[in-house]
């Protein structure tokens, strides 16, 4: 069983629009989420964390949402880039060992 | 070189040899993953290491052998695979005394079993 679901395997959105990647998990002892972006023959790289005692994070284009009640966060992405397009991964832990959802293929047109 | 760095990229091997992936980060961490990837699954942890001690192996099958020599570098020692085991392999590293300290990985071996 996935204790961390994104449920969309890809999303398309235009160039200069938000992308908004989406993400759920099921244990309540998850308490640090992160975001981690993957382009081909490359390995994932970090992007952007929030800790279960915050519900907003933000770092220039990219902010992360956290609904604790939902156990639920969303990955906003504003003004996208074609640069954008990447596989995008979330991940939980409540420790060193991060369980990581199945990712998410975003493509931004021009 | 900084970062994490694996090698080799791609390795194609029979069911009956031993090979063996290499990593090594350049980033002062402390603690080192193996993680895999199969095709449509999420990335799955097989081994961590901390301050060279291997403190998870999350049931991965004994024909994988890791071996951490120092916080530096990490090798998965592969022999009588099976081709389900193809998959792409990632090394990571995080600095395990500091809370939620993010993976850094590396490109990845993407290993294939005939």
């Known amino acids: 069983d996935q204790q961390v679901k994104q449920n969309s395997p890809s999303l398309s959105v235009q160039e200069g629009r938000i992308s908004i990647l989406n993400c759920d998990y099921t244990?309540?002892?998850?308490?640090?989420f992160l975001w981690y972006k993957k382009y081909p023959a490359e390995g994932p790289t970090f992007l952007i964390s929030?800790?279960?005692?915050?519900d907003k994070n933000e770092d220039g284009r990219f902010t992360v949402f956290l609904n604790k009640s939902a156990k639920h966060l969303s990955l906003h992405i504003v003004p996208s880039q074609p640069g954008d397009s990447a596989v995008y991964f979330c991940?939980?832990?409540?420790?060193?060992?991060?369980?990581f959802g199945k990712g998410t293929k975003l493509t931004v047109n021009p | 070189e900084t970062g994490v760095t694996q090698t080799p990229r791609h390795l194609v091997m029979g069911m009956t040899n031993k090979k063996s992936l290499k990593c090594e980060q350049h980033?002062?961490?402390?603690?080192m993953y193996w993680y895999k990837q199969s095709a449509k699954k999420p990335l799955e942890l097989m081994f961590v290491?901390?301050?060279?001690?291997?403190?998870e192996n999350n049931s991965v099958p004994s024909r994988f052998s890791p071996e951490c020599p120092n916080s530096s570098h990490l090798f998965l020692h592969l022999h009588t695979l099976q081709p389900e085991d193809s998959a792409l392999y990632l090394c990571?590293?995080?600095?395990?005394?500091?809370?939620?300290?993010?993976?850094?990985f590396g490109n990845g071996t993407r290993l294939t079993v005939t």
């Open positions: 990571a590293s995080s600095q395990a005394n500091r809370n939620n300290s993010p993976l850094h």
């Open positions: 244990n309540s002892m998850f308490d640090y």
């Open positions: 929030i800790s279960s005692i915050k």
């Open positions: 991940a939980a832990s409540p420790s060193q060992k991060l369980v």
């Open positions: 980033l002062g961490h402390n603690a």
């Open positions: 290491y901390n301050f060279k001690e291997q403190t």
